[in-house]
């Protein structure tokens, strides 16, 4: 029997604990680390006797997020260690199907986090003379071990939850208080401002998770203690894992269902209409409207003319023919065949998506991703040494919307001529210009009012040819891996990603200088040393290292699941018929937001001093 009132705290799983043979994983499942809780901080005492492991020790289920109705495993071994302040425990997955897949994603790092539900029987409480109340559990027992799928924070403890929140005080051992003596009655009230603040900046995110279609139990938050980061944690979590583009909501209108018909729309006949200074109306007129929504929610201003709405963008068929990754074409080519609705922004089809990268769509204001910047570090004591204390610490990386303008000019002839291709050409050299900088902004922005991209990310890893660069060889495509495999960084999707000419560079290079014929550059879809190759122009080859100016290309390595591209809204669009009208040409320009970030600089290395000539 698990209690209602059951506690959890989450932790991830240290791979190296894991025995793929024996089906086990070892893990550390509590500490003495704080949790912040709405009457305080709890801590879990690890002094002998204060952990009841009657449970745990007697065969205790290993769960599925915590539902008692999925059990994938069982807990085999469990105990404290009083000198670390932890409680260890060895887990074993059954053999049924359902538990065999959540091992293989334990195993591929893609499920990391365990989490364990507890109940606590006496706490004694504390409050300093700052007003902060700590409540030590000097009595408590551990009922299960779950595997979740909510990253983990360890500073602002995502994943540690209070689904059923306990009342200290009404346990069968009445807690006992020891309040400090310069306590004031300003504690009290300093308490309910900050849980005011607190809920407040709950209910704020889950209006943010609602305008994206993305459903946060806020009610359950506010009850359970969570703070405002952990919330916003599961808001980017969802997003991450959604990893499809937003569909926003119909939109009403006069005529419902000529609202709900998206394949009249027209972006020739839009354009057409601000052309000559017409008014937008019907199906055009309502996207605008509907996009001009989507960015006031957004906090961005759109200029006017006419905006195209997340959910045009991502309606309808994609009938899209892209060639690019190991063959070299760079980018890709969409082509719309049919009438109706709006193309894809293409990005589902770029090199970086090939690769692996993470897309977060239809954002509502700024966003934080937590990141853990270091661990902890134990040490070596003697048997009877008093241990060191070891904290992590972390950090996040913030993504703002970065205004992203391009045009397209077209002639007023082609324009006029309402068909179906001439839609199709319009659309497609708009989503084609549109995503190439977007993609190039991701791989060598630099900063400021664009994406850091990838080759100007401080401290990733770094290969360099020479004082002069040098033609690239074997031994820097090694030394490009070596540089992530040292920092522990080799894993997730691993690939490389340079431009045509170090491609045809490496393809006609041989690996050994003893004459041997096999090349760097391989067959297949895993051309250099087993890893996937992105080719794209996107990749610079004018960088200069000491003499050579203007003629050194790059050549990257990494995790790419590691880069994130951010997206705010839909697309804003503007018409000049005057800047070129002696020459019967239309300029459209088109602004899309976005942003984009590596999570974890240790994830990439770069050469960027490649010769090809």
Known sequence: MIPDNLQRRSVVIDESMIDAAARTVKLSFSSETPVERCDGLEILDHSPGSCDLTRLLASAPLLLNHDTEDQVGVVETAYIDTDARKGYATVRFSKSAEADEIFVDVVDRIRSLVSFGYVINSVITTTDADGLVSNRATSWMPYEISICSIPADFSIGVGRTLENPIDLTSKIMKPETVVADDATETDETRALSLESARIAALKQIGERASAVSIKLDVESAIADGSSPSVMQERLTSAL???NTPYAAPAVSGPSKQESRDLSTFSLTRGIQKLMSNQPLDGIELEMHQEAQRE??????SLRGGLSIPTLLINHGRRDMSVTGGSNGNAGGTTVQTSQGSFIDLLYAKMVLSDLGAQYLTGLVGNIDL???LTGSAPTKKTENAAADESSPTTGKISLSPKRLPTYIEVSKQLLAQSSVSVEGILRNDLATALALAMELGAINGGGSDEPTGILNT????????????LSP???HVIALETAVSTSNADIGNLAYLTNPKV?????????????????VWGEGTTPLNGYRAGVTTQVPSTLTKGASNGV???IIFGNFADLVIAQWGGIDIQVNPYIKDTEGLVRITADVYYDAAVRRAASFAAMKDALTA
């Open 240 to 242: 991450i894992a959604r």
């Open 503 to 519: 491609r045809g560079k490496l393809k006609s290079t041989t690996k050994a200088a003893s004459g041997d014929s096999v090349m």
């Open 473 to 475: 060889t074997w031994a």
């Open 295 to 300: 960015a006031k929610e957004s906090g961005l």
């Open 552 to 554: 050194c290309s790059g």
């Open 370 to 372: 937590p990141k853990l």
């Open 458 to 469: 401080s401290s990733i890893g770094s290969v360099a040819g020479g004082t002069d660069g």
